[in-house]
């Protein structure tokens, strides 16, 4: 097989840095560039090989074998002057057998600890990992699993599926406050979140994000609180919506969701229709399995906005344990 391996400097094929095993005669070697013209990244790659490698009690030549990839290229690979492509790290980790997150130093991979409780959680259906989660959030103390002890109401779901209009619906109905955890984001940063994003970039807007969400949950003991749609895509931030409030998935299909963000006045999305609604979709396929960790789903274009609210008041009461 042609192995998919490229020099990360002008190093020429020369002399084969040193082995566990003895090298042989006719050996291909390769000349190694100084420690400070390599690549940190490449160089901690290829010392998670060695020590993989090692840990296993496996010869380069066996791995090289096993990997189906030249004894000279994973030499390359392990002293960080060569970059590998997917399909040789794939191949890599296969011969090593580990996952391809331990090779490239994933931090669930960090420790023993850590790859027994992979070990454990790997192949358990989705209830089974809620419950390990929501166990583990107890037992670190960061949350529980009763609605009732988080008398604070997340609403979550892409725009326009009714978190302002229902929320201050349901915040009057439960004598509570209503916040807009954006309206939040932008007193906490100065700026609105479109020059958030532009000035800082998407991560700086995710630790304001963080930030807002626990200085509200600090504030508000009970609250209805509208979540931005995104909020979702940052697993340590939606943990903590989840370990501190009783969270509702308001849930509504890729039409009705164009429909009202155009109907509020935004026409963006109509620049390029097509484009725009396939776009809609791949968000909200990417992004439901982390809604439906909800403790509620409500779907909120199958009815009329009363009928909604009744629905999702009564949803809400009971899980919060509060008379009708």
Same mark, same amino acid.
């Given at each position: 097989?042609?192995?998919?391996?490229?020099?990360?400097?002008?190093?020429?094929?020369?002399?084969?840095?040193?082995?566990?095993?003895?090298?042989?005669?006719?050996?291909?070697?390769?000349?190694?560039?100084?420690?400070?013209?390599?690549?940190?990244?490449?160089?901690?790659?290829?010392?998670?090989?060695?020590?993989?490698?090692?840990?296993?009690?496996?010869?380069?030549?066996?791995?090289?074998?096993?990997?189906?990839?030249?004894?000279?290229?994973?030499?390359?690979?392990?002293?960080?002057?060569?970059?590998?492509?997917?399909?040789?790290?794939?191949q890599?980790?296969?011969?090593?057998?580990?996952?391809?997150?331990?090779?490239?130093?994933?931090?669930?991979?960090?420790?023993?600890?850590?790859?027994?409780?992979?070990?454990?959680?790997?192949?358990?259906?989705?209830?089974?990992l809620?419950?390990a989660?929501?166990?583990?959030?107890?037992?670190?103390?960061?949350?529980?699993?009763n609605?009732?002890?988080?008398?604070?109401?997340?609403?979550?779901?892409?725009r326009?599926?009714?978190?302002?209009?229902?929320?201050?619906?349901?915040?009057?109905?439960?004598?509570?406050?209503?916040?807009?955890?954006?309206?939040?984001?932008?007193?906490?940063?100065?700026? +609105?979140?479109?020059?958030?994003? @532009?000035?800082?970039?998407?991560?700086?807007? %995710?630790?304001? *994000?963080?930030?807002? /969400?626990? &200085?509200?949950i600090?504030?508000?003991?009970?609250?209805?609180?509208?979540?931005?749609?995104?909020?979702?895509?940052?697993?340590?931030?939606?943990?903590?919506?989840?370990?501190?409030?009783?969270?509702?998935?308001?849930?509504?299909?890729a039409?009705?969701?164009?429909?009202?963000?155009?109907?509020?006045?935004?026409?963006?999305?109509?620049?390029?229709?097509?484009?725009?609604?396939?776009?809609?979709?791949?968000?909200?396929?990417?992004?439901?399995?982390?809604?439906?960790?909800?403790?509620?789903?409500?779907?909120? +274009?199958?009815?009329?906005?009363? @009928?909604?609210?009744?629905?999702?008041?009564? %949803?809400?009461? *009971?899980?919060?344990? /509060?008379? &009708?």
């Amino acid at each position: 097989m042609s192995s998919n391996i490229v020099h990360s400097s002008g190093s020429s094929l020369e002399t084969l840095p040193p082995s566990d095993a003895p090298v042989a005669a006719n050996a291909v070697r390769v000349s190694l560039p100084a420690a400070d013209e390599k690549n940190p990244s490449l160089v901690a790659l290829g010392e998670r090989v060695r020590n993989l490698r090692a840990r296993r009690g496996m010869t380069r030549k066996a791995v090289a074998l096993a990997a189906d990839v030249s004894e000279r290229h994973l030499a390359n690979l392990e002293y960080g002057i060569g970059n590998a492509s997917y399909l040789v790290l794939f191949q890599v980790a296969g011969a090593l057998q580990c996952s391809l997150a331990e090779l490239v130093g994933d931090v669930t991979t960090s420790s023993p600890e850590w790859l027994l409780l992979r070990e454990l959680l790997e192949h358990r259906d989705e209830a089974a990992l809620r419950r390990a989660r929501v166990a583990i959030g107890e037992l670190l103390g960061t949350g529980g699993a009763n609605p009732a002890h988080n008398p604070r109401v997340a609403l979550i779901g892409l725009r326009g599926a009714g978190k302002s209009t229902l929320g201050h619906m349901l915040a009057d109905d439960l004598e509570c406050p209503f916040v807009e955890l954006s309206r939040e984001i932008e007193k906490f940063a100065g700026c +609105s979140i479109s020059e958030i994003q @532009a000035l800082y970039g998407m991560n700086a807007y %995710r630790r304001y *994000e963080r930030r807002a /969400l626990e &200085e509200v949950i600090q504030i508000y003991p009970e609250a209805v609180i509208a979540m931005p749609g995104g909020l979702v895509s940052d697993p340590a931030t939606f943990n903590l919506l989840l370990a501190h409030c009783t969270t509702v998935w308001l849930q509504a299909d890729a039409e009705h969701h164009m429909h009202r963000v155009t109907a509020q006045g935004d026409l963006r999305p109509m620049a390029a229709s097509k484009e725009a609604m396939e776009d809609l979709k791949r968000i909200l396929a990417g992004r439901a399995a982390f809604y439906s960790k909800a403790d509620i789903t409500l779907d909120t +274009s199958a009815q009329a906005l009363d @009928a909604t609210f009744d629905a999702l008041r009564h %949803r809400v009461r *009971e899980a919060l344990q /509060l008379p &009708e």
